[in-house]
C-alpha cells in the first residue's frame, strides 16, 4: 500500500542501474565456457521434472562452471523480485517489467493404466466418463493458473473425485490404478505403462520465456534463454505429438 516519493522513484532508477552494473561484473570473464555463479531458472512442476532433465547435459557440457538451480515446482518464483533469472510460465505475464516469448505450444490427453480399464472399461465417448469413472485432476481452489483447468475440455461438466495440487502426484495416481486423468504428452507418452484414453480429445497449452527486462542481455540468462529454445526446438515432438 505504498507509494514511492518524486525523489524515490528517482533513486530506484539509479540503484536498478548500480545492480545491473554490478551483476555484469559478478560474471566476469569472456566466452561461454568462461561463464561462472548461478543460473536460477523456474519451471513448472511437470516441464521441469519430465522434458527438462533429458536435456541438462547439454547445458552443464557447455558451461562448466556455472551452477544451475531448476526451480521446478507447482508455483513459479518472482523475476521483478529477482527470484529467479529465467521463468518458464503457463500463461504470458499481463504486467511487470519483464520480456515474455512463446517457447512453445504442448498437447496433453487422457490417460490411463491397463489394470485400471481391465478393471473399468474403456470409454469411448465423452459421457462415458461422467458416468462410470473417476477422474483424476487438480484442487480447484489450489490451482496456481487457470489455465490447468482441463476437464471440461475433454467433456463439459466433468469433475475430478480425486485431486492434488501436484501434476507428479497425479501422475502416480493414474499409474497406480486409482482413475483416469489429463497429462501432458511429455509424461503420459513416456511412461510406457500408460494407454491415452479417447485420443482425438487433444488439449493443447503453451510455454511462455520470461526474463527481467534489467537482466535480459546478461550472458548467463542469455544463455539459459538460448537452452531452453535448442532444447524445444529439437524435441519439439515430444510436446506436441
Same mark, same amino acid.
Not at 554490478?22 to 561461454?32: L, T
Not at 499481463?94 to 490411463?112: E, F, H, T
Not at 535448442?230 to 524435441?235: P, T
Given at each position: 500500500?505504498?507509494?514511492?516519493?518524486?525523489?524515490?522513484?528517482?533513486?530506484?532508477?539509479?540503484? %536498478?542501474?548500480?545492480?545491473?552494473?554490478?551483476?555484469?561484473?559478478? %560474471?566476469?570473464?569472456?566466452?561461454?565456457?568462461?561463464?561462472?555463479?548461478?543460473?536460477?531458472?523456474?519451471?513448472?512442476?511437470? =516441464?521441469?521434472?519430465? =522434458?527438462?532433465?533429458?536435456?541438462?547435459?547439454? !547445458?552443464?557440457?557447455?558451461?562448466?562452471?556455472?551452477?544451475?538451480?531448476?526451480?521446478?515446482?507447482?508455483?513459479?518464483?518472482?523475476?521483478?523480485?529477482?527470484?529467479?533469472?529465467?521463468? /518458464?510460465?503457463? @500463461?504470458?505475464?499481463?504486467?511487470?517489467?519483464?520480456?515474455?516469448?512463446?517457447? @512453445? +505450444?504442448?498437447?496433453? #490427453?487422457?490417460?490411463? @493404466? $491397463?489394470?485400471?480399464?481391465?478393471? *473399468?472399461?474403456?470409454? /469411448?465417448?465423452?459421457?462415458?466418463?461422467?458416468?462410470?469413472?473417476?477422474?483424476?485432476?487438480?484442487?480447484?481452489?489450489?490451482?496456481?493458473? $487457470?489455465?490447468? #483447468?482441463?476437464? +471440461?475440455?475433454?467433456?463439459?461438466?466433468?469433475? *475430478?473425485?480425486?485431486? @492434488?495440487?501436484?501434476?507428479?502426484?497425479?501422475?502416480?495416481?493414474?499409474?497406480?490404478?486409482?482413475?483416469?486423468?489429463?497429462?501432458?504428452? !511429455?509424461?503420459?507418452?513416456?511412461?510406457?505403462?500408460?494407454?491415452?484414453v479417447l485420443p482425438e480429445r487433444k488439449i493443447v497449452r503453451s510455454f511462455w520465456l520470461?526474463?527481467?527486462?534489467?537482466?535480459?542481455?546478461?550472458?548467463?540468462?542469455?544463455?539459459?534463454?538460448?537452452?531452453?529454445?535448442?532444447?524445444?526446438?529439437?524435441?519439439?515432438?515430444?510436446?506436441?505429438?
Amino acid at each position: 500500500g505504498q507509494v514511492l516519493t518524486e525523489a524515490g522513484e528517482a533513486l530506484l532508477a539509479r540503484v %536498478e542501474a548500480m545492480a545491473q552494473a554490478a551483476a555484469g561484473i559478478a %560474471e566476469g570473464g569472456s566466452g561461454a565456457a568462461a561463464l561462472s555463479g548461478t543460473l536460477r531458472i523456474s519451471v513448472p512442476e511437470g =516441464f521441469g521434472g519430465w =522434458f527438462l532433465p533429458r536435456h541438462i547435459d547439454q !547445458f552443464t557440457a557447455a558451461h562448466p562452471r556455472l551452477t544451475l538451480d531448476l526451480v521446478a515446482n507447482s508455483g513459479l518464483l518472482s523475476l521483478s523480485k529477482r527470484e529467479a533469472d529465467v521463468a /518458464v510460465t503457463l @500463461s504470458r505475464p499481463k504486467a511487470g517489467p519483464v520480456i515474455a516469448r512463446k517457447l @512453445s +505450444d504442448y498437447a496433453l #490427453r487422457l490417460y490411463a @493404466s $491397463p489394470a485400471y480399464l481391465a478393471a *473399468a472399461g474403456t470409454p /469411448v465417448r465423452g459421457a462415458d466418463l461422467a458416468q462410470d469413472h473417476r477422474l483424476i485432476g487438480y484442487i480447484p481452489d489450489l490451482l496456481f493458473d $487457470p489455465v490447468l #483447468r482441463y476437464l +471440461d475440455e475433454v467433456h463439459p461438466g466433468l469433475t *475430478a473425485s480425486l485431486r @492434488s495440487s501436484s501434476i507428479n502426484a497425479q501422475h502416480r495416481l493414474i499409474a497406480a490404478g486409482a482413475g483416469l486423468g489429463v497429462l501432458p504428452c !511429455f509424461i503420459g507418452n513416456a511412461d510406457p505403462g500408460l494407454v491415452p484414453v479417447l485420443p482425438e480429445r487433444k488439449i493443447v497449452r503453451s510455454f511462455w520465456l520470461v526474463t527481467h527486462k534489467d537482466t535480459h542481455n546478461l550472458a548467463r540468462v542469455r544463455a539459459g534463454r538460448d537452452w531452453l529454445v535448442d532444447a524445444v526446438q529439437q524435441h519439439r515432438s515430444a510436446l506436441l505429438p
